[in-house]
């Protein structure tokens, strides 16, 4: 099971076609919907999380980009300031995948990030505020 | 002094600082020296021992004089980035505490609160020679008619600014775990319910007083590194509880003494001073601290070869005992058992999460031992050790 959350920038003549309808009928997927809007002169913008098998997911996005759909990525991540981070350790409290894990002996704080499920509880447990919540590549409106 | 083989004085000592013969040691580095060496010879070879600890402690805060204004203001009140200072002090003098959160946070109203910024956040921000919003009220007086100022400020405005920390350096401090259904904030950080995850915080081995557990060499006027900068012990801290039950080799077993530490706020460094927030919990200060052992003799080299193996604490429910004041622990664990990160309470297995820095604690120690080996740092010999009874 692959899934994402993608931001779709509609082209103002492809806005009345059911495209996303058919990343269910032809690609399996599945989608939610997230957030949808039409602008004024007729240009859309929709954000939804796509789910299904990794190739499929694949052809989809494919499928999307060939209708003239701009596919971006919207979804976050974690990041760590270290600049900031004392390496106390505080972290390791509350992440639940192991992603913040303290190396011994030595007890430095390390952060994997391929681990992290962006769950955001190390945000606020983190007593210096080094850990950031950020979108992965592109900004939103970008 | 009679009874020792190995008597050095702290005139001898700094002269070995100052013609570059002296030996130094972190606290880590001796554990091993004393093993191979045996006291007697490693008191002889060492002359200092180096410890650090890099923790929130919430007992700090810096005395600030923030030069008179024209017309001149006698400041009741007095504000740096909306958090208040305590201006009851001389006209113009005040004291800005650690833990005190910027007016207008929410607290814990939305549970649990973020803390974003207080005293501690002040403190790092005007060490970082960052500029500062301040606020003074007064009620007006023949000689001080003025009722409101308002500046920008940074640290080089500031005629004195003085770092001066009531409890710092904790001898031992709880492990805590929460026993409740629920979790909770505390300033040992997050604690799951039943049982989750136990939290301490002190540097272990590296730890001063744990280096010096009966205080032979740590009183008014021994030399520390404090804050990134130069500082002084100046009276045992707050809370100072040297009659704690101890075990044989004088570790104690609970919270036990602890420092009054002071120093130019000026010449310290946001590396080693930084502004805490503990959510649910409040605003802090972590503060880095080292304190140097003189090697006296061959019993205090004794004492700086403690190991995490030979260090207990207690174990306390933050749940329900320690809020109610219930007098009772889960049991003793050692400091090598909670850096490895894993102990058992009530036989249950328990992942352990430090809250002091150990890295930093360690980096401390190694300044520290740097400054002394450069000659640019000399053992203050103190007035009066702190009391042990």
């Known amino acids: 099971m692959y899934s994402k959350i993608l931001v779709l920038q509609f082209p103002s003549g492809e806005v009345k076609k059911p495209v996303v309808c058919y990343l269910t009928k032809y690609y399996d997927l599945s989608f939610n919907i997230l957030k949808a809007t039409i602008f004024p002169r007729k240009e859309g913008i929709m954000v939804l999380e796509l789910s299904g098998s990794k190739k499929n997911f694949k052809n989809g996005v494919q499928y999307l980009k060939n209708q003239g759909v701009v596919v971006k990525n919207a979804s976050q991540e974690v990041t760590r300031d270290n600049s900031k981070c004392i390496h106390c350790g505080a972290c390791t409290a509350v992440c639940p995948t192991g992603a913040l894990s303290i190396k011994r002996p030595e007890m430095w704080v390390a952060f994997d990030q391929k681990k992290c499920s962006v769950c955001e509880l190390c945000v606020r447990a983190c007593p210096t505020r080094a850990m950031k919540i950020q979108p992965s590549s592109e900004t939103f409106f970008e | ?389």
Request: hydrophobic residues 35%; aromatic residues 10%; proline residues 6%.
């Open chain 2, 1 to 389: 002094m009679a009874g020792y083989r190995v008597n050095k004085t702290y005139a001898e000592i700094n002269e070995k600082i100052r013609s570059g013969q002296v030996v130094v040691a972190t606290a880590e580095e001796i554990i091993d020296i004393v093993d191979e060496k045996g006291a007697e010879e490693a008191a002889r070879t060492v002359d200092v021992v180096t410890t650090g600890t890099f923790s929130p402690m919430c007992s700090s805060g810096a005395f600030f004089n923030f030069k008179q204004s024209v017309p001149a203001i006698k400041a009741s009140n007095v504000w740096f980035n909306n958090v208040p200072a305590y201006g009851a002090l001389a006209a113009v003098d005040c004291f800005l505490g650690a833990t005190e959160p910027c007016e207008e946070d929410p607290l814990n109203k939305v549970w649990p609160g973020e803390f974003n910024y207080g005293g501690g956040h002040v403190i790092q921000d005007l060490v970082a020679g960052r500029t500062v919003h301040m606020r003074a009220t007064g009620y007006g007086t023949s000689c001080y008619p003025k009722r409101e100022e308002e500046r920008e400020i940074s640290i080089d405005d500031l005629p004195q600014a003085i770092l001066c920390n009531p409890r710092n350096g904790y001898q031992n401090y709880n492990c805590a775990i929460n026993l409740t259904n629920k979790t909770i904030y505390t300033y040992l950080g997050t604690l799951k319910p039943k049982g989750g995850n136990a939290n301490y915080s002190t540097a272990g081995q590296l730890s001063p007083l744990f280096n010096d557990p009966y205080y032979k060499t740590i009183g008014l006027g021994t030399r520390i590194f404090l804050g990134g900068g130069i500082g002084y012990v100046t009276w045992h801290g707050t809370q100072h509880k040297p009659t704690a039950q101890r075990s044989k080799n004088g570790i104690p077993m609970s919270p036990a003494g602890t420092m009054w530490v002071m120093g130019d706020l000026k010449q310290m460094s946001p590396d080693w001073l930084v502004g805490i927030s503990m959510q649910g919990y409040g605003v802090s200060l972590a503060v880095g601290l080292g304190v140097p052992i003189p090697i006296l003799n061959e019993e205090i080299v004794r004492y700086t070869a403690v190991a995490d193996e030979d260090i207990h604490c207690q174990v306390v429910d933050y749940g329900n005992d320690y809020p109610n004041g219930v007098d009772r622990n889960y049991g003793y664990v050692s400091y090598a058992a909670l850096k490895s990160g894993m102990i058992h309470v009530n036989g249950k297995e328990v992942p352990t999460v430090p809250v002091s820095s150990v890295v930093k604690a360690r980096e401390i120690a190694m300044r520290l031992k740097k400054w002394i080996e450069n000659g640019e740092f000399f053992i203050g010999e103190p007035q009066f050790t702190l009391p042990v009874s």
